[in-house]
């Protein structure tokens, strides 16, 4: 009995039939008013999202390229640096060589200048020397002359003193 006075657990059949009918009429509504719109609503999206991946796709692939194009570049930077630290190498060698030779030139320039300033100094030393015995000898003999007529013992003594006497240095 207690089942029987609560109309919710046990509907009537008025109220069941009336219930069926506003259901299958708000059902029709809404499939011929709303159903459409809200599937074509559906599509639209589904389709926007399929063009939306499409897209990050395309971007993707571009993003892919660019990065193996900005690869390929920073390769080619990075012969194209090294030829150029190997063509530094090369001439800062080929510099250095040529400082080289140029300063072993000039050194055997130098050092050949120096042997002909040191024979021009040698040779005129020498005929200095040469002119300090012609001199000598002249005088010596001169004094030998002189005393020519006295005793020879006395002139060999004579020449052998003037000799002592005279500094060659």
Not at 79 to 92: H, N, S, T
Not at 129 to 144: F, G, M, R, T
Request: aromatic residues 4%; without cysteine; proline residues 3%.
């Amino acid at each position: 009995m207690l089942l029987e006075m609560n109309p919710l657990i046990t509907p009537e059949p008025g109220l069941f039939i009336w219930s069926v009918l506003i259901f299958l009429i708000f059902f029709l509504l809404l499939r011929k008013l709303a159903w459409k719109p809200i599937t074509e609503a559906l599509a639209k999206r589904e389709e926007s999202i399929a063009n939306a991946l499409q897209e990050a796709e395309k971007a993707r692939q571009e993003m892919a390229k660019l990065k193996a194009d900005n690869e390929k570049l920073l390769n080619e930077a990075k012969l194209e640096r090294e030829k150029i630290l190997k063509e530094a190498r090369e001439m800062k060698e080929s510099i250095i060589e040529e400082a080289r030779q140029n300063a072993k030139i000039e050194g055997d320039r130098m050092i050949q200048k120096a042997k002909e300033v040191i024979e021009a100094e040698k040779n005129m030393a020498l005929q200095q020397v040469k002119h300090q015995v012609a001199v000598l000898s002249v005088e010596i003999a001169e004094k030998i002359i002189r005393k020519k007529f006295e005793n020879p013992a006395e002139q060999q003594a004579i020449a052998s003193q003037y000799l002592k006497d005279i500094n060659l240095n």
